[in-house]
Every structure is written in structure tokens, then in C-alpha cells.
């Protein structure tokens, strides 16, 4: 999923609404939903929380999937962010920890597994592309994968997030997010805000 950002005092415009809902669909039918929090804690520091919750039940594919992604940032970088997944196929989690002078970084989900270090600034993940459109970014820290989407923008406001095999599209109107095209090999998952 699973969303660096460089370039902290962007003036991209950030999204002042604290909590957004969303409605996760296959084939126009709503399988789940999704949760995504901006909590500012002080002046320096910001908790993003993600929580999704799906549940595809066709003749052939049945899929559960419940995962939370707890993100810790300050003075715009990563500090720690953790993943715990629920799924049919068993318990899954990711952690990515700042220790001084570099990150440690450990991926345990369903087909993927990465570890490695990172000595770069974290300063802008897939969380963040909830809240602030991804202009003039050419990538994004995936909290679930512990590695980084690339990304290209074909059209304005449209993005292409790319990791492996995997391929995400982020759709943004005015700088808000407006859809997210997940893409699966069976359906895409389409992931829209709930309008009240």
C-alpha cells in the first residue's frame, strides 16, 4: 500500500481536516473501508494513523484484510511508523525506526519480506499523500512495504506510485484527494472518500 518526502515547507497546500473516510470498492460493490487520522500532538509533532478494513467474498476470491499504520513524525521526518495486518492468510507487520543516524527497517507481509537500513531523512510517506498532494516529489515511504513507491505524474493532479511489481494511482482535485486505484491482478480496489 500500503503511500521520501523531501522538500519539508512545501507550499503544497496541506489538508487541515484531521480525520478522512473512505469506502473501498471491487467492481462497484463496497468491501470495506478506510480510516486515515492526522492527529498534531505539539508544535513539532504529528501522529498519522491508517486503518483499513476489507472483506471480498466473490464464488473464487475471498480476501480479508484488516491492517493499522501508526506513523510518528517531527520537525517533518520520520521517527517511527508501525504496521500490524490482520488477513485470512495469517498475522503480518512492518516497523521503520529512526536509532540516531539511520532508520532500521523490517517488512513481514503476505509474499514480502525486506529488511535493510536507511540513512536518509524520511520526510515524506504514503500517509502524507492522504493529506498534501505529492507535487514536485518523485517518490513516497511506504510504511507497509518499508521501501519507497516511485512516482510520475502523466497528468496533472493524477500519480503513478510504483513499487516492484506493485502500481497505485492517486487522483487529487484542488490538492485534495479525491481516489485511489489499487491494482490487482483479479480487480482493481477503488478507494473513494465517503461524502457526508
Given amino acids: 500500500m500500503g503511500l521520501s518526502w523531501t522538500g519539508y515547507?512545501?507550499?503544497?497546500?496541506?489538508?487541515?481536516?484531521?480525520?478522512?473516510?473512505?469506502?473501498i470498492e471491487v467492481a462497484g460493490i463496497k468491501v470495506g473501508t478506510m480510516t486515515a487520522n492526522r492527529q498534531?500532538?505539539?508544535?513539532?509533532?504529528?501522529?498519522?494513523?491508517?486503518?483499513?478494513?476489507?472483506?471480498?467474498?466473490?464464488l473464487v476470491y475471498k480476501v480479508k484484510i484488516y491492517y493499522k499504520v501508526v506513523s510518528l513524525v517531527q520537525q517533518g521526518k520520520l521517527i517511527r511508523s508501525t504496521v500490524d495486518a490482520h488477513t485470512n492468510q495469517g498475522n503480518f507487520s512492518s516497523q521503520t525506526e529512526w536509532k540516531g543516524d539511520h532508520y532500521e527497517i523490517t517488512a513481514d507481509q503476505y509474499k514480502?519480506?525486506?529488511?535493510?537500513?536507511?540513512?536518509?531523512?524520511?520526510?515524506?510517506?504514503?500517509?502524507?499523500?492522504?493529506?498534501?498532494?505529492?507535487?514536485?516529489?518523485?517518490?513516497?515511504?511506504?510504511?507497509?512495504?518499508?521501501?519507497?513507491?516511485?512516482?510520475?505524474?502523466?497528468?496533472?493532479?493524477?500519480?503513478?506510485?510504483?513499487?516492484?511489481?506493485?502500481?497505485?494511482?492517486?487522483?487529487?482535485?484542488?490538492?485534495?484527494?479525491?481516489?485511489i486505484i489499487k491494482k490487482n491482478p483479479l480487480k482493481n480496489f477503488i478507494i473513494r472518500p465517503i461524502r457526508k
Fill in 9 to 23: 515547507g512545501q507550499t503544497t497546500p496541506v489538508d487541515t481536516a484531521h480525520t478522512k473516510q473512505y469506502a
Fill in 40 to 58: 498534531q500532538r505539539d508544535k513539532q509533532s504529528v501522529v498519522y494513523t491508517l486503518i483499513s478494513d476489507v472483506k471480498v467474498n466473490f
Fill in 112 to 179: 514480502y519480506t525486506h529488511k535493510g537500513t536507511e540513512t536518509r531523512r524520511i520526510e515524506y510517506t504514503v500517509s502524507d499523500m492522504f493529506f498534501t498532494e505529492p507535487t514536485n516529489r518523485n517518490r513516497a515511504y511506504s510504511e507497509y512495504f518499508g521501501d519507497y513507491f516511485t512516482l510520475t505524474s502523466p497528468v496533472k493532479g493524477t500519480y503513478q506510485a510504483r513499487l516492484n511489481d506493485r502500481e497505485d494511482e492517486y487522483h487529487y482535485e484542488n490538492g485534495q484527494l479525491v481516489k
